[in-house]
């Protein structure tokens, strides 16, 4: 069948969202059967077609910014699967130098700016980054990230408001994935439409298939171009799923089996494999020389983080204010 995006772009989210899946399934059993990770952890799974389609219609100075489940996104950005899992470690070499932990990654270098604990915190950081981009006069758009139980806080409409106001680049994305921790949509609002939200002011928006790459790019790209041209922000409700449970604690007792089985059926995963085969793209061995690529990356990181070292006692008070030397300052 013919496709709108190329065979480079199948291979390349192909790749992106297995490193995604492999690295987070190695996560969550270091979790569990080593205890080498501690502290909270939300697992990206099934989620993995969002992170793919938004990179693909965005450029690397676009920053990102998200809530606590925060590894897809930031391994998407660039950061490697080695200071990821370092930092799941709380190890030195982590891109938050081990301490933010699962939560809280963050790496200036490749513009991903959390990893936030408050829920709905970054909706209004993440405007407060497109204010500072649009300040400086540059034409980078911001991508803030947060769920379907963020919607329900104050945040949320008061940044709204200001960056409809202000015409700010910023593209709004909900990943909705059915639950705020444990409650269905159906139960916390009248409103089970997020992307609807935004026509208390006047900001264009879109409910989009979060489980297709393809309808990702494309409406990302939408956004991207007009917050570009300085028409301001745009809200994108991503409609999507979570295999796993809130956090690892998470017994999922809210909802079945056949329930998480039905959407695995929908695997953005196996979607683009499929797209990939039936079009020539590369074969069944191909497809199974990149898998064997991203599991030896993500073993490696285990290693990397088991040898790395723990931060010394003199970090504790560093990095708490700002550097007066930071890039970001304007006179």
């Not at 969202?17 to 799974?45: C, D, P, S, T, V």
Request: hydrophobic share 40%; glycine share 8%.
């Amino acid at each position: 069948m013919q496709t709108k995006f190329s065979k480079e772009t199948y291979l390349y989210w192909y790749e992106l969202m297995q490193m995604i899946r492999q690295f987070e399934l190695k996560a969550e059993e270091m979790y569990k059967m080593a205890g080498k990770i501690r502290g909270f952890f939300h697992a990206y799974i099934g989620q993995e077609a969002i992170a793919a389609g938004c990179m693909t219609a965005t450029g690397a100075d676009d920053p990102f910014i998200t809530a606590y489940r925060d590894h897809g996104l930031a391994l998407a950005k660039g950061v490697s699967a080695n200071a990821c899992m370092a930092e799941l470690y709380g190890k030195a070499t982590g891109c938050a130098k081990g301490k933010g932990g699962s939560m809280h990654f963050f790496s200036l270098e490749h513009r991903f700016f959390g990893g936030h604990g408050i829920v709905g915190a970054q909706i209004g950081t993440g405007a407060g980054l497109a204010f500072a981009e649009k300040y400086k006069g540059t034409k980078n758009v911001v991508l803030a990230y947060f769920g379907d139980g963020a919607a329900r806080q104050g945040m949320l409409h008061e940044t709204f408001n200001l960056a409809m106001l202000w015409k700010l680049p910023v593209i709004f994305i909900c990943e909705n994935n059915n639950y705020a921790m444990g409650t269905s949509i159906e139960r916390t609002s009248n409103v089970i439409d997020i992307y609807k939200l935004a026509d208390a002011y006047e900001m264009p928006a879109d409910q989009v298939d979060g489980m297709t790459a393809e309808a990702v790019h494309e409406a990302v790209a939408r956004a991207v171009k007009r917050a570009r041209e300085g028409d301001g922000p745009t809200l994108l409700e991503m409609k999507t799923y979570r295999y796993k449970g809130h956090s690892i604690s998470d017994p999922q007792k809210y909802r079945s089996k056949d329930e998480v089985d039905e959407y695995k059926e929908q695997d953005p995963i196996t979607k683009v494999a499929r797209t990939i085969l039936d079009n020539n793209y590369a074969s069944a061995d191909d497809l199974a020389a990149i898998d064997k690529r991203v599991n030896d990356v993500v073993e490696a990181s285990v290693k990397f983080a088991e040898e790395s070292p723990w931060p010394n006692d003199d970090e504790v008070l560093k990095d708490v204010y700002l550097d007066q030397n930071y890039p970001f300052i304007v006179d």
